[in-house]
């Protein structure tokens, strides 16, 4: 780790921080990862922190420090929470209008079964309603091969889900930033040609 930055994870080289987008959003956003995924450059649910000023992540899993769910509940919000569920409803402008705001946006992070086991484990999360994301874009998350077709990463279905209860004008950025990120990791895995001038973010491909 003596080369990676600490924030984005990826080599210094590649090192993206400065070019994110800071969103400030009226919801706040909380997403539990599995330990697994903390130091990992493909994680999406890092760059939450580096793209939102209301957002945090719990880390669950590590030795010795058992999360405790319920103190993520910030005061003053309506928690929902994010997952495709067999019984979740459809996130939309309608539903959320049925909601009392500001609203606080809980989702899962790690592989699918990681992420699925969150809420059968958490019997706290059961109590608060439960939605997951209809008919949206296909996922430009290039790192990880998804379980479903239909899948996308946890930044990406974070992002979707603030469109939805804020506007894309708000969230526009946000995916900017997921794009430079995926970008950063590709160049890092030499999958995208570069060189000292092209190995920072916000630069054109090289053919």
């Not at 080599?11 to 539990?32: Q, R």
């Not at 479903?148 to 946890?154: E, K, L, P, R, V």
Request: aromatic share 8%.
């Amino acid at each position: 780790m003596a080369n990676k930055c600490p924030r984005c994870k990826v080599n210094i080289e590649f090192c993206f921080c400065a070019a994110m987008e800071m969103v400030e959003t009226t919801t706040a956003v909380d997403i539990i990862m599995h330990y697994k995924e903390l130091a990992l450059t493909s994680n999406s649910a890092n760059l939450a922190p580096l793209s939102l000023s209301n957002a945090r992540v719990h880390v669950r899993g590590l030795e010795g420090q058992r999360l405790d769910v319920s103190s993520i509940f910030r005061p003053g919000y309506t928690p929902i929470y994010l997952f495709p569920l067999e019984n979740s409803r459809p996130l939309t402008t309608e539903a959320i209008a049925d909601l009392k705001l500001p609203i606080q946006l809980i989702l899962p992070d790690g592989s699918w079964r990681q992420a699925r086991k969150v809420i059968d484990r958490e019997k706290i999360l059961q109590t608060i309603p439960c939605f997951s994301l209809r008919n949206m874009p296909l996922s430009q998350y290039k790192l990880r091969r998804e379980h479903f077709a239909d899948g996308m990463s946890t930044f990406e279905a974070m992002a979707h889900a603030l469109t939805v209860i804020e506007g894309q004008e708000k969230t526009a950025p946000l995916f900017r930033n997921f794009t430079i990120m995926v970008d950063q990791n590709l160049k890092e895995r030499g999958k995208i040609p570069w060189n000292k001038a092209t190995a920072g973010p916000g630069l054109r491909r090289q053919s």
